[in-house]
């Protein structure tokens, strides 16, 4: 009985801290896109000037006034305007004061993060005995906010925040830095980091050199890198790239046929490489040793 009420507590404590860092998440993907309007339109490169002016106001706080305010009438929203899911609810997704629609970005980020933080304490495939394997599943649900912001914002507008991706490159060093530690083969242990780097960040600088920049961005480069450091195993990044590129054609293929995409259509791949990582994090090592089960 004391162990249920555990879990219950701790599975509680998981949903309600995920839907207060998709709360944060969602409110800081228009704040990044803020600032990378104000960015673009310096650097003399077009920009839609309704977004432009829609957005600016974000950034015109410093950061201890800033506040979340309605992008249509400037309302300054209250305290009971921002409890995750159940203000929005409350309100019908709409503004209390002007009555515009919200959208439904923001509660869909609370409830993804909620699900990404219960699932992966359920379905986590390492021991939580101590404070070390404690500390890698807290690093993973924190970069993990991190990649849901650079899902939505690839997902929208084509392209990953370096601040972000910077963020989840720190993050995986420290995962791989843990990693490493509590390894007792510490030598195979970084010889398979710089073989997930390879795989998952390599072959994509290698693309991009080819192509000129054409079938991949350099974001997607970054990515791969914070997303090997977090995996820190060459077999877990293989089932990456090959988990995105699967889902990216259970995707694509479709839509080519149903003609809701054209062969030049730009397709985001940041979100599938997302996508394939928590796959891949979660349930590659029960692919790894079914598969060896069948090996000679």
């Not at 990456?240 to 809701?260: D, E, Q, R, Y």
């Amino acid at each position: 009985m004391i162990v249920l009420m555990e879990q219950f507590v701790i599975y509680l404590a998981l949903i309600l801290v995920g839907l207060v860092l998709g709360s944060f998440a969602g409110a800081s993907i228009w704040r990044l896109r803020a600032r990378q309007l104000i960015q673009d339109r310096a650097e003399g490169e077009k920009v839609d000037v309704h977004e432009y002016k829609r957005l600016k106001k974000l950034t015109q706080s410093s950061l201890l006034g800033d506040r979340s305010q309605c992008l249509s009438c400037d309302y300054v929203l209250k305290w009971y305007d921002l409890i995750p899911l159940l203000s929005w609810l409350s309100i019908g997704g709409r503004c209390r004061k002007c009555r515009v629609p919200i959208g439904y970005m923001e509660p869909l980020i609370e409830l993804g993060m909620a699900t990404f933080f219960v699932l992966s304490y359920a379905f986590w495939p390492l021991p939580l005995h101590s404070g070390l394997e404690i500390a890698r599943l807290v690093v993973w649900l924190i970069a993990g906010v991190g990649l849901a912001i650079l899902f939505i914002y690839d997902v929208r507008w084509f392209l990953l925040p370096d601040p972000i991706n910077f963020a989840v490159i720190g993050l995986g060093f420290v995962s791989t830095v843990l990693i490493v530690i509590g390894s007792s083969d510490k030598l195979g242990a970084i010889f398979s980091v710089v073989g997930s780097v390879l795989i998952l960040s390599g072959i994509y600088l290698v693309l991009y050199m080819i192509s000129k920049g054409k079938w991949i961005g350099f974001g997607d480069i970054k990515l791969g890198l914070g997303l090997a450091l977090l995996l820190a195993d060459w077999k877990l990044a293989f089932i990456t790239l090959f988990s995105a590129n699967l889902i990216g054609c259970i995707i694509v293929i479709p839509a080519l046929i149903m003609g809701k995409l054209k062969r030049d259509s730009h397709v985001p791949f940041g979100p599938l490489l997302i996508a394939g990582f928590v796959l891949a994090g979660l349930f590659g090592g029960i692919l790894i040793s079914a598969y060896s089960i069948y090996l000679p």
